[in-house]
């Protein structure tokens, strides 16, 4: 088990990044093999910055000269909880800003939704050359005000309510390391401010059924006590959903689908225990009904240590040794 | 201890989950609706006064044959083992039908305007293309139901729906042929049983005349259409409502009536209504002239003005002079001080947008992909309808009223909009960013006001103890164009007194129609 209580943490992104859909579907997900000590608590804050041109249309890659660049920006508190060395909770809550460089339409910005999360690492054994961890995650994310879902793409999110489950696998040997992982999300319906809306039919109701989605994704890379440096890809596929017609606005329950390709790295700070930097950034290689977002990001992130037996001493910044 | 609380988390996220994918159905407000239960079968409607019929018999109806003939007999066995075998989907349309065939071709309107209401987006060389009647199918569709295409449509559905049941209800008075399972009790009454005579079937009449007009509205969607015509009469067969015999001379009662105001439709000048290169800077060189600043398009590239001649499209309500008469006094100066407090105010607006304010603006915003600001107020009437018991030929008279203010309301603000050609507020300040789109149109006077007071005018005229409320639903659907930053007040004032005035007219005609 990677369990490091040194100064960088997860940032859970992933939840956050993946409500977003049509702004932004960032490959800066932090589904990694790594867990908190028991009564360690790890907390941050995270900025992403998003950005595209070129959206597709359905299918079809197209420019908008009414909308021109637009761009998302996010501020995210994190934490995560070592309940157990095996068992960690996380939460994440952002606050997102959109604008779009052309044209006359308005931005908008608020607290989107809160992610809490439960990470379990059941088992743990030498396998081959290295070590082999399996993970089992549970997520809930909610909205935590009412922002406006139906103004795509300058909403900050889709206010649905996610239910998602995620199994990992990771496998290190040595520095060098693999981690897959699959992500069933399942979406509730929502309210939209109209009583009445056309998909590929006409509804009349302010509900729209929004259909569920999958995630894979793979990470590989160097982790060492002292930084992480790693190569991610990412898929998102939304599993029902309609494409957006030509030359018409998106919409929350849309068919969006988008693979990104990104770097993540993490470093803690020799000077102050506890203390981490992390950076990355990530493009958008294919997509559906999303725009192809390019990204970066940043954070800073500090561990504090509720152990009963723990002072801080500078053995903080090493990790813990392996079982 | 740990064990206790993963298998209670287990349990938390599964029942979670659960819950979430139950929920994954919507349904609407309209899917399950009672069988139309007319309180009164308004058998004297064949002598209410039509709209573009110069009486209920321009067209003949032949007399049906005799209910005892061998031809009548096989018609009720046609019915019978029709109910024989019915299945679940069959029911379930003949429940979906039964609630009302004017509410569900109005629903079906709808639907296809949202379908349709996108703009045209431009070629390589930044020009914009025009849809084809011709062809239908081409890029880009025809037609781009914008506001005051969808308006006209919406009204001469309604008008021709409303004339053909008119002519409808005089043959069924005059043939007074029962209804099927009134004839032989081995036929079953699927939905209400009426004393309405049964030939020709209203039903038919309905599909027959929507079906007819939709080629000129719709042309790319005959084929769907035609299919809800056939699901309509059949449904109609099943429910041993009507006859085949009923339904063969109700489609084509309904077919000719469509003819004569599709005839209408094609010479009241909406086809030019597009204009030409030379119209539209005619259009903006009046203004300019007059030492005021034109309005010009906020859509990247400039898109011509939306249908900047349809304000002379002949009228349902009243003729092309009492347009013009219509026509509000001009808008405040670009160069005043009181466009400029006007457009500070909107500033204000749009820069403290509360939650509220965006949910009215959205609420009401019918912009692209939906079925348009004349839409909108159809569903308002179709629900407030579907309480009333109304009769088929009630129901598509109230529509045809609303409907025909909704677009002598389109004729008389786009006449207005492009008489004086007035700039939207981000043409005076490019700082006032939009919570929802800018129309490609003019500012004065506002197209959603004039179309809710309108609108609201004559629907509470029909039911009147809920005027209040339309009013105040048409000045919130006002309002919501300066909440959203694209309109002044004075746009959102004067729209709504201008449609005031249109509406008038309808009420005037409901009073002298022989229906109240």
């Known amino acids: 088990m990677r369990r490091y209580n040194t100064g960088y943490c997860k940032k859970r992104l992933l939840s956050l990044c993946m409500l977003l859909s049509f702004i932004q579907l960032s490959a800066q997900t932090d589904m990694d093999a790594i867990m908190m000590t028991k009564n360690n608590f790890c907390t941050g804050l995270m900025y992403n910055s998003s950005n595209w041109t070129d959206y597709w249309e359905g299918t079809l890659k197209r420019n908008n000269e009414n909308l021109g660049t637009v761009s998302t920006k996010m501020y995210a508190v994190m934490g995560n909880y070592g309940v157990s060395d095996k068992l960690n909770l996380l939460f994440g809550i952002p606050y997102v800003q959109t604008r779009a460089s052309a044209g006359t339409l308005h931005g908008l910005n608020g607290m989107q939704d809160l992610s809490l999360w439960v990470k379990w690492n059941p088992i743990e054994t030498k396998f081959g050359k290295g070590t082999l961890s399996v993970y089992g995650l549970g997520g809930i994310s909610f909205p935590t005000t009412n922002y406006v879902a139906d103004f795509l793409p300058l909403s900050i999110g889709l206010h649905s309510t996610n239910l998602s489950l995620r199994g990992m696998v990771d496998y290190q040997v040595g520095k060098w390391f693999a981690t897959a992982s699959g992500t069933y999300v399942v979406r509730s319906n929502i309210k939209i401010d109209r009583n009445s809306y056309y998909t590929t039919e006409q509804h009349i109701t302010n509900e729209v059924s929004m259909p569920d989605a999958s995630n894979v994704q793979l990470r590989t890379g160097y982790r060492s006590g002292r930084m992480i440096a790693e190569a991610i890809i990412n898929n998102w596929t939304t599993l029902g959903g309609f494409d957006i017609t030509r030359n018409n606005m998106p919409f929350p329950s849309n068919k969006m689908n988008a693979t990104t390709a990104g770097i993540n790295i993490k470093y803690n700070i020799q000077a102050v225990d506890g203390l981490a930097l992390i950076g990355g950034g990530s493009i958008t290689l294919a997509g559906r009904n999303i725009g192809q977002a390019g990204s970066i990001n940043g954070g800073v992130f500090y561990i504090l240590d509720f152990s009963h037996k723990a002072k801080k001493t500078t053995q903080l910044a090493q990790p813990v040794k392996e079982k | 201890m740990k064990k206790i609380f993963l298998s209670t988390l287990i349990i938390i996220v599964v029942i979670i989950a659960a819950q979430l994918s139950c929920s994954k159905v919507t349904s609407g407000r309209t899917d399950y609706l009672p069988a139309l239960n007319p309180s009164k079968t308004d058998i004297d409607a064949g002598s209410w006064k039509t709209v573009f019929l110069t009486g209920p018999t321009e067209f003949s109806v032949a007399a049906p044959v005799a209910v005892t003939t061998p031809a009548y007999i096989a018609e009720l066995n046609e019915i019978k083992a029709l109910q024989k075998n019915i299945t679940k989907e069959q029911e379930e349309k003949i429940a979906y039908w039964g609630a009302g065939g004017v509410l569900r071709w109005n629903e079906l309107m709808r639907e296809l305007v949202a379908k349709y209401n996108l703009p045209p987006y431009q070629k390589a060389d930044g020009v914009y293309p025009a849809p084809s009647a011709a062809n239908p199918f081409a890029y880009p569709l025809f037609p781009f139901a914008n506001p005051p295409y969808a308006a006209r449509a919406y009204a001469y559905i309604s008008a021709a729906q409303y004339d053909a049941l008119v002519a409808a209800w005089h043959y069924k008075k005059l043939y007074n042929r029962a209804a099927p399972y009134k004839t032989d009790v081995a036929i079953q009454a699927k939905l209400q049983p009426t004393d309405l005579p049964s030939y020709p079937s209203e039903s038919a009449v309905l599909a027959g005349v929507t079906a007819e007009m939709m080629k000129l509205l719709f042309p790319g969607e005959i084929a769907y259409i035609q299919q809800k015509l056939e699901e309509q009469e059949l449904t109609s067969i099943m429910a041993g409502a009507n006859t085949r015999g009923d339904v063969e001379a109700g489609e084509a009662l309904g077919r000719l009536v469509a003819q004569k105001i599709t005839a209408r439709a094609r010479t009241d000048k909406a086809g030019a209504a597009i204009g030409t290169p030379a119209d539209w800077a005619q259009i903006e060189n009046a203004v300019t002239a007059k030492g005021e600043i034109a309005w010009i398009s906020l859509d990247n590239p400039k898109r011509p003005p939306m249908l900047p001649l349809f304000g002379k499209v002949k009228p349902c309500l009243f003729d092309e002079a009492t347009t013009v008469a219509l026509r509000p006094l001009p808008p405040p100066s670009t160069t005043s001080e009181q466009l400029k407090k006007e457009t500070a105010e909107i500033l204000d607006f749009v820069t403290h947008p509360t939650r509220e304010r965006i949910r009215i603006v959205h609420f009401w915003a019918d912009g692209v992909g939906t079925y348009a600001p004349p839409g909108h107020w159809n569903a308002i009437a179709a629900e407030d309808f579907i309480t009333k018991n109304f009769s088929e030929v009630r129901w598509a008279r109230n529509m045809a009223l609303v409907n025909m203010a909704l677009m002598d309301a389109a004729i008389v603000c786009w006449d207005t909009k492009n008489f004086y050609s007035n700039p939207r507020p981000t043409q005076m300040n490019p700082a006032i960013k939009t ?67 249109v509406g008038s007219y309808a009420i005037a005609r409901a009073k002298t129609d022989g229906a109240d």
């Open chain 2, 435 to 501: 919570l929802t789109g800018i129309p490609n149109f003019q500012a004065y006077i506002s197209g959603h006001s004039t179309f809710s007071g309108a609108a609201a005018s004559i629907l509470g005229y029909i039911i009147p103890e809920r005027a209040t409320a339309y009013q105040a639903m048409a000045l919130e659907a006002s309002l919501s164009r300066m909440y959203g930053g694209i309109h002044y007040r004075s746009d959102c004032e004067v729209g709504l007194t201008t449609g005031q005035k």
